[in-house]
């Protein structure tokens, strides 16, 4: 059952407590991410997420370490385009030690002169890693194309030159205005209960601001549909990825879309994708879609690897099929195999404390509500022949997506 608990701070959380394993699971996530960097500091917050445990509050970086290691304790930053994430997962009974730890990192995180250089280091060498990388490759130029003008459209990761920009005082003055009570979502699994996860609230997060100071991100439409860009690479298979519009989170054919996703691309093993594009041409080992809901746009994005002298062939089954939906809709049975499938791995989401969290805190960013885990079976069994039908035309019948491929594919213009 989750409990909605309040902090005396009045700090909000969803707990789940559950005994059957001494460990307690912390998911988290600051509204604000990769889309706040400035222009000419992409990468900022990327940066930021990756020094929080390079040194806080009391602990030099060698120390903080140490003491994670040493006490069993694992913490981790990630920086997405629209918010900043973390997790906590600590043994039960090192709760209170784990959560002083947590508290430093994110309030008082050091980032000594020393520690940024290191951590701009090791950025700048996967940076350069994935220059010739053509899966990164691709998906930068994927996001360049569909957003050009817009935050959404430089890699959240940065570049060589953004990276090497930032300064000490610029990643502590990212960390002031991002890292605030406002824009907190917090989700607890475990071996505890509300009276101490409450405790937990004030002790790590009742020190920081209590609001943020975000930039207006614009509402993002997408750039470059029907055009196809190549990234010329002395590879032997060409990287494709595509995207066509989608639906946010919040609209109300989107479960609609979800399923008619899972039969287009989405599905691992059932999609029609696979089964054009793997099982019948064995162009591919895979190819699968995606639906791609930010905060200001969306889309439905795929990809596939193949050889380069088949990668016309698959993008033009890519295309065909997309099309194909778009005028004639899925069939009944494939609808019905799709909600069986959703329905019945959904569970697979929820078989482990860190699972379970993870899952808690998107449900809250995503404002889905308390009881979202109890309807959302019911949602996708809603879904109509005519709902797949109405959105497949909504979604692809707009003509050819836009295409972005890293290779030397023979035939694609």
Sequence with gaps: MIQKIVSPLGIEAWLVEDYAVPLVAVDFAFKGGAAQDPADRAGLAHMMSALFDEGAGPYDD?????????????????????????????????????????HHAITEPRFEEGAVERIRQSLQAGLRREASDPNAM?????FAGLFPDHPYGRSPRGTL??????????VAAQHRRLMAKDGLTVSIVGAIDAHDAEEMLDKVFGSLPTSALLQIV?????????????????????VLQFATPGVKRDDPDYMAAFVLNHIYGGGSFSSRLFQKVR???????????????LAHAAFIGGGVATRND??????????????????????????????KYITGSYALRFDASTKI?????????????????????????????????????????????FVA?????EGLA
């Design 405 to 409: 491929a890293v290779g030397k594919p």
């Design 138 to 142: 691709v998906s930068l130029a994927l």
């Design 279 to 293: 099982e019948e041409k064995g162009l591919a080992y895979s190819v699968s879609t995606q639906v791609g809901a």
């Design 310 to 339: 088949r990668a016309a062939e698959s993008l033009a089954i890519i295309e065909a099929e997309m099309a194909e939906i778009a005028r004639n809709g899925p069939t009944q049975a494939e609808l019905e195999s799709a909600k």
């Design 218 to 238: 614009p509402e993002a439409d997408l750039a470059s549909l029907g055009e196809r860009r190549i990234i010329e690479l002395e590879v032997p298979q060409t």
């Design 62 to 102: 060698e120390a903080f370490q140490r003491t994670l290691e040493e006490n069993a304790v694992e913490i981790s930053f990630q920086a997405a385009r629209d918010q900043i994430n973390g997790s906590l997962r600590t043994l039960a009974d090192r709760k209170n030690f784990a959560f002083d730890l947590l």
């Design 357 to 401: 969290a993870n899952q808690l805190t998107m449900i809250q960013t995503e404002q889905l509500g308390i009881d979202f885990i109890d309807r959302r079976n019911d949602l996708v069994d809603a879904v109509t022949l005519d709902d797949t039908r109405r959105v497949a035309q909504r979604l692809f019948g707009g003509g050819r997506p």
């Design 161 to 170: 030159e953004s990276i090497g920009a930032i300064t000490r005082d610029d």
